[in-house]
């Protein structure tokens, strides 16, 4: 069998499984989503949101991209944020990075790969804004840090941006927060405080 029709196989075996438990899951489903939580995540096939924390179809606004980057002038990655913010009204935004992640890899080794090397400039000027920091730290210490600063960083831009300081002005709860998955254990690591006004966002430590 061609590896994409065991998909579909595997698509129906699912389904008819989840119409035999759950009679009524796909017709709530179709009716509306009401997240409370958007995920902005790597695109990494060994991280999916869903599944790492528990979560059904519906309970989770996901947007993914290499590297997990949140960038002021990236209009996919700011729509679906106020899509998830203004529209389905979530309290809870969740950046979420990780450990050997290969953007952050390439970025450490000065690796060309690609097109890709234009979006991974953002991690260049990460890792050179921490250049001294970094430095100090062996090889593996040194690229588990930079996944970190990577997060910590893209959860600042999510607090800056305009999304998030209109709807804290107009007084919408929403929290922001900023985590990294570990590949080794499956175990997630809270990496901020949880931002939840403007304020906090000066004392937001990297």
Not at 48 to 67: C, D, K, S, T, Y
Not at 140 to 148: D, I, M, Q, S, T
């Amino acid at each position: 069998m061609e590896t994409y029709l065991k998909l579909l196989e595997n698509n129906r075996k699912w389904a008819k499984e989840k119409q035999t438990h759950q009679p009524e899951f796909f017709n709530e489903l179709a009716k509306s989503q009401t997240p409370e939580f958007m995920w902005i995540g790597c695109s990494d096939s060994r991280v999916p949101a869903n599944q790492i924390i528990g979560l059904l179809p519906g309970e989770i606004f996901v947007h993914r991209n290499v590297a997990n980057i949140v960038s002021h002038g990236d209009l996919n990655c700011l729509s679906s944020l106020q899509y998830a913010v203004d529209v389905l009204h979530v309290r809870h935004v969740i950046v979420c990075g990780h450990y050997g992640c290969g953007g952050i890899c390439a970025v450490d080794q000065n690796l060309r790969v690609g097109i890709v090397d234009n979006w991974l400039r953002y991690i260049h000027d990460i890792k050179r804004e921490y250049a001294e920091e970094l430095s100090k730290l062996d090889d593996e210490a040194r690229v588990n840090r930079l996944c970190e600063l990577n997060v910590l960083t893209q959860v600042r831009n999510v607090c800056e941006s305009t999304i998030l300081r209109d709807a804290w002005a107009n007084g919408k709860e929403v929290a922001v927060h900023g985590w990294i998955y570990s590949l080794d254990d499956g175990i997630l690591r809270e990496l901020s405080e949880v931002q939840h006004k403007p304020q906090s966002v000066v004392a937001l430590k990297i």
